[in-house]
Structure formats: C-alpha cells, structure tokens
C-alpha cells in the first residue's frame, strides 16, 4: 500500500511579499508539519483593476525574489495561474487536496472583492476540513479594531491617529524572530520561473522604466535602513519639496509588502529615542498612520470600492465632460509647470511626490472640474504603488467628496504650491525640458515672460474664478440631494 503523504500546513501570499516580518510565515515554519505556499497569479483581476505595467514588473520580480527567499528555507512556493479573483477558491481547494494540506496560515486583506475570494476560499477549506489562520501583518492596527466613542468607525483622521498610537503604544506588534530553515529541512528548488517569464513577456514594459527601480525584498529593506540613516531625521523639513529626496519612496515596497509596515514601525520608533530624528520620525509615524486609516476607510465602507464617493451629495455634481482639458493633464501639457512637471515625473518613472500627487489631483478635479474617478483610474495606470485604499483616499480627499476631505472652497493654487515647493524650478525644469533655459522670474508663470517659450503651451485655463466655480457646483450638488 502506497505510503499516505504526512500533512503539510500552506502559506498563502498575496501583498505580503517577504520571509522576514512575515506573520504567516512565521507560525507556520512554527508549525512543526512541513511547510509550503502558493501565489495565486490573477493577471484578468489586475486588467480590470487597471494596475500599471510598473506595478506588474515589481509584483512578479518581487516574486521570483521570494520564491529563491522560500527555496533556501525549504518551503517550495507555487505560483498558480488563475486569472481573476473568482477562479481562485475552486483551484484553492483542489491545492489542499492535492498537497495533503492540514492548515493554511494566510495575511487578511480588507477590500470588497478580496473578502469575497476569500469567504469562497474559506468555504472550500471547511468542506475538506481544513483549518484558516489569518493575521493583520500588512497593517499595523486591524481595520475594525478602532472605534468611536459611538461605537462608530472613524471617519476623522486627527481622533483616528490619536487612538491608533495609544492603541500601539500598549499592544504594538513585537518584532519576529528573524526566519532560519528548520532543522532537518533541505533547500529545494524554485520552479517559477517560466511562469513568472511568460507573465513579465505579457508585461511589456519598457526596460527604462524598470531600470529605475530594483524589486524584491532585499532592495526594500536596504532602502529602509538607508532612509532612516540619511534622511528621516529631516523628514518633516524636507518632504513637501519634489526636488529632494526627503521620503522614504517605500510605498512600492509597502503596497506589495516587500517590506513589513511593522518593521518601519520598529525603526521609527527607535528612532524617537534619538532627540535628532525625534520630529522627523513623529512625522513619518504619521504616515504610516495615514496608510492604516484609508485602509480601514475602505473596510468599514465598502461601497467606496465601487466607485462611490464617501460624501453622498457629490454624487450629483456635474463634473465636465472636456476630453481635450483631460488629454493635456494626463500629458502634462497644461501650461502649469508643476502640475506638468508631475504628471511627466508619473508617466516616466511610474511614481508622484506626494505633494505633486495632492496638487496633482486638485488641479484635475478643481481647476479643470474632471471627475476624480478618471484620475483615481489614470493614477493607478502607471504607479509602481497603486494601491486602491491609498489611491481612493488621497483622491477622494483632494476632490473634496472624501472622508476628512480637503473642504471644497480650498483649492490649491498651482502657482502658489510650485513657489512654495520648488522655489528655483529646479524639479521643473528636470521634466519640463521646454523651460530648462527659463529665468527663475517665469519659472511658475511662463505665460507672463516678455518671449514666449518655444513649444510649451500656454495655460489650457484660467486660475480666476475657479473657487466660486466649485462652491456653486458643489452647493448645487447639495441642493439636488436635499430635494430628492
Ligand atoms: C491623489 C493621491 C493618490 C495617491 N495614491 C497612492 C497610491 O496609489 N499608493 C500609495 O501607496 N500612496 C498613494 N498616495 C499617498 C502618498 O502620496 C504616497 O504614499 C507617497 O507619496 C509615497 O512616497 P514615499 O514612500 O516616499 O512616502 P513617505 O512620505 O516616506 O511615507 C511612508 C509611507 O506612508 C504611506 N503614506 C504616506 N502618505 C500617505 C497617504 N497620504 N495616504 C496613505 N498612505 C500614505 C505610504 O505607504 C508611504 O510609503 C496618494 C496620495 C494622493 C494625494
């Protein structure tokens, strides 16, 4: 008689790319059973999620990475090519039965069509009795932990943070022991590279474009220390300035998990102790407070993940329909030359400074009045970190129809925003090569310079009048709401 398999417990991976901090990984290599893991390759779910080519590179580059991480462990990962989302819980169950699996260690995700997935997936490891652990490691306070003193999710940022640090302060994540093969356990072989090949070949992307960024998680967690030598004391002074360097840029890593939200946590807050890096890392604590709130924003709310706007009455806004005013900031052609200067640094290396994403999206939505749909979805097109939570929030906020949103008479002047943050042009004249010869004078308003510059457009509207614009429109979006 043929020998029974021993059981073996499964690591389920999704945006939790990463042996080290990984929460999953971690107690089953605790287990004791043998232990393997799967990534379900769902390329249909990323096309109708419009995830840029960028992203896809990281993704699966990130993905080889762990799979050789895995390999030397001895925990073979297998990549299984689903397509979409609701193919995964029937190939789910067929992988248990087929590896003898007794138990699945898995990192929860929050958003609409992950808990479907992942209630069917559930429901197949029931019925052959297998047992789902799951665990928060990609947040660092769980979605609905935090609540009002109305018992109601918070919707407010400033009350939210404040609970979020006192919630940490007393049940933080401790660091994990960092991950060793067990005894007895051989190194195996990585078998996913064909799949991961034929995937990249359907990527497409431009060698240029990913030149510019190194996958996995070695190069995350090096970009981590990095950040916290050089520049997280000054991250308060420096962030808000697109010309330096003065953020972490880990949100690629955050958003596929190449690094552990809780080890950045670990090191800022070490960082506290030094009175140098004291502000800054305060500072940077805070966004990571941010990345949790706009998380557990779309948990509690899950309406916001199919295109609804938080504030009801901006429903009824009429926003314009201007194809050719879409086309000229989608192209960074509007004449502003920080707002073009941005959209050129997206479409060129797949990543925006969170300043020039803020005044980005407030130009497209307040001075041009394009639905923040069509940016939220032009964004996500070419972000190496679209990220929907993130994405959906920062939007949503910028256009005034979010939660703890920018209130709808602010609107940025791109003018205003380019003096401020980058004083000499000197991040505009890296992408808007039309002005490098420009004097300093003109910089921020070509337009008013005694020769016209050769090739750069005149602005495509008129700052004045763009408040009392938006004030009617959103009063009458009101008014409409309130007569229903
Ligand atoms: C319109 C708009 C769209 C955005 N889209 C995304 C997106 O798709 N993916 C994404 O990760 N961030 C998004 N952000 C938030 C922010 O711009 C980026 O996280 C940040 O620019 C990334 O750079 P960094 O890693 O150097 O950030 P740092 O300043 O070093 O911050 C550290 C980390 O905190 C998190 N974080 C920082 N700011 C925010 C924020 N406002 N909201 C949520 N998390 C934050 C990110 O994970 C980031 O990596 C968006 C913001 C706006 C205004």
Redesign the pocket.
Known sequence: MPATPPEAVLVWFRNDLRVHEQAALSAALADGRPVRSVYFLCEDQWDSHHVAAIRRWYVLESLRELGESLARLGVPLDIVEAGSFRAVPDMFGEYLARYSIGKVFVGREYLRNELDRDRASAVAATALGVEMQGFDHGVLVPPRLLSTGQGRPYTVFSPYRRSWQKWLDSHGPAPLASEKRKRGTAPVKFEGHRIIDNALARVAISPSLSAGWQSGEQAARDQLKS?ALTSLAG?QRQ?DFPAIEG?????AA??AGTVSVAE?WHLARSALQHPAQREGAEC?IG??A??D??RQIMANFPQLAVGEPFRAETRFIQWSSDEALFQAWCEGRTGYPLVDAAQRQLVQTG????RL??V??MFLTKNLFIDWRR??QF??RH?I???????N???Q??ASTGTDAAPYFRVFSPVRQSQRFDPDGEFIRRYVPELAEIDNKWIHEPWKAPNPVSGYPAPVVDQAGVRDRVTAAFRAAKEIMESQ
């Open positions: 950040f991250y962030r953020t972490s840029m880990l949100s955050l958003s950045c940077w966004e990571l941010w990345r709130f706009y990543w925006m400074h969170n994403r803020m980005s999206a940016g939220e964004f996500m972000l970190d679209g990220d929907f939570a993130a994405n929030g920062g939007w906020w910028s």
